[in-house]
Nanobody, 121 residues
Framework: QVQLVESGGGLVQPGGSLRLSCAAS????????MGWYRQAPENKRELVAA???????NYADSVKGRFTISRDNAKNTVYLQMYSLNLEDTAVYFC???????????????WGQGTQVNVSS
């Protein structure tokens, strides 16, 4: 089994910054893509940013230029640095990891429990 534990959420004023972290542990040979998704009340879960094991990144248009995703492969950890937060960024943020086996076969797609980010004045 694989567990993902997020941290770093909280309350921040508009224009502020937060850094989210997500550490994966358990039976892991390799993690392909790691990503952050978010879900606001009454909205669908949406991709915020993703990063491959080689460092290629992908961002939602709404966060480009404000958020930066990074990862530490040795620690199986992914980070999301968020700047210039606005009210529309308020959501539960979920970490995702695509775990592969020795022969690059997909073993599972895992989710963290979510961390709340509230942007409010």
């Amino acid at each position: 089994q694989v567990q993902l534990v997020e941290s770093g959420g909280g309350l921040v004023q508009p224009g502020g910054s937060l850094r989210l972290s997500c550490a994966a542990s358990g039976n892991i040979f390799r993690i392909a893509t790691m990503g952050w998704y978010r879900q606001a009340p009454e909205n669908k879960r949406e991709l915020v940013a993703a990063i491959t094991s080689g460092g290629r990144t992908n961002y939602a248009d709404s966060v480009k230029g404000r958020f930066t995703i990074s990862r530490d492969n040795a620690k199986n950890t992914v980070y999301l640095q968020m700047y210039s937060l606005n009210l529309e960024d308020t959501a539960v943020y979920f970490c995702n990891a695509q775990v592969q086996g020795r022969f690059y076969e997909t073993l599972g797609n895992y989710w963290g429990q979510g961390t709340q980010v509230n942007v409010s004045s």
